[in-house]
Every structure is written in C-alpha cells, then in structure tokens.
C-alpha cells in the first residue's frame, strides 16, 4: 500500500519554505480542535512563542516569551485532542525530560510510536490541513528559530480533502502495523507497531 502513485489532478496548495513553516504549520497544530497526527524521522525539543501574560506579570510588548510546545501539547490534550507522534530516532535528552513534567502526555494524552523506517515528514490537523514537506519536529524545522538558525525547509501545505483521506490512509497504515509483517527490519526494530508497543525509550 506504501509503494503509491494516484491519478494526477490539479489541487490547492501553498508552498511555504522558513518562518513559514512556524507560521503556518505551528499555529495550526496549537488551534487543533480534534486531531493532531505527526510524522518525522527526528524529535527534538521544539519552543514556540508565548505572548500570554504569567500570573503576576504584564504582558510584555517587548520581545515574545518562549515556551516548550510540549506544554501547549499538553493544554491540546486536556481539551480531548487525539494526539499521535510517529517517528524513526529516539527523542532527545531535552524533549525527554520536557515530557516528563507532563503526566497527562505520559499517560496517553501524546500517543508515540517508533518505527525505525519513518522518514516521512507530515502533519495533520484536524483531519482538514495537511503539511508534507522536509521539517523535522525540530526546534530548526518547525520551531520560533530567528533566522540564520533555522534550517532549509521546502513544503507544501493544503486543505484537498482527498489528499488527507489517502495520506491519511497510509499514515495509519504504519502506526497500526500495517507494514511490519514484511518489513526486512523488523528483527531490529524497537517494538513492532503490529505489536502495539508504544513507549518512550
């Protein structure tokens, strides 16, 4: 099911590169209402920008405060949003000890799942936007890096509904198992998503 090529059509797209993918991919993914579906090869810390005020404290005009999206995450799933993250490489040390102050995330509320073939990169939201493109959940793919710290990242964002329902589709696949039986790396896989094995290392 993997191995794909549909019909050619014409479709509504936008090409975002840079800030854009913050811009556009971020804001998305915090005004969630449903569903936020990731996939990436690499999971790093990501700090998003906060304007709220904290307690005790005016909002500052200023220069924007940063935050973990972890915890805007974790707002995301006491609110009942279906959270998955799909991913190849072993989180790092700081997104690691950042979800570790979230026992809501660590009881379920951020469903993840390793597979080391995962090298797609896409998000979904809601299931009514969709961004594919070469962002990592990185703090320099996706994240509030200034400019000369951000990576090089082309992608495309869009609302084609038969586009998500066969992305969608083939994202499932994976995070059900679909693809393990076959798969020649399997014997050195972390936990077979066919075994439903969903843990931080």
């Known amino acids: 099911m993997l191995d794909v090529a549909t019909t050619r059509r014409a479709i509504a797209l936008e090409l975002i590169g ?5 811009e ?3 804001a998305a993914v915090l005004a969630a ?3 936020v579906w990731i996939a990436t090869a690499n999971v790093k810390e990501l ?3 906060d304007g709220r005020a904290r307690p005790g404290r005016r909002r500052s005009m200023k220069s924007a405060a940063y ?3 972890i915890g805007l995450l974790d707002e995301l799933a006491g609110r009942g949003v279906e959270l998955r993250l799909l991913h190849a490489e072993i989180p790092s040390r700081p997104f690691r000890e950042e979800i570790a102050n979230h026992p809501r995330l660590l009881a379920g509320g951020l469903e993840l799942r390793r597979c080391p073939r995962v090298h797609l990169k896409a998000v979904i ?3 009514e936007l969709l961004y594919l493109g070469s962002a990592n959940w990185t703090g320099a793919g996706l994240g509030a890096k200034g400019s000369g710290r951000r990576n090089f990242e082309l992608g495309i964002v869009t609302d084609d509904s038969t586009l998500l329902d066969q992305v969608q589709a083939l994202y499932d696949r994976i995070w059900t198992g679909g693809e393990c039986a076959g798969c020649r790396l399997r014997d050195e896989c972390p936990g077979p998503l066919d075994s439903l094995v969903s843990v931080i290392p």
């Open 18 to 22: 840079g800030r854009a993918h913050y």
């Open 24 to 26: 556009r991919v971020i």
């Open 33 to 35: 209402h449903t569903s």
């Open 47 to 49: 700090m998003v920008e």
């Open 67 to 69: 935050v973990s999206v």
């Open 125 to 127: 939201v809601d299931g």
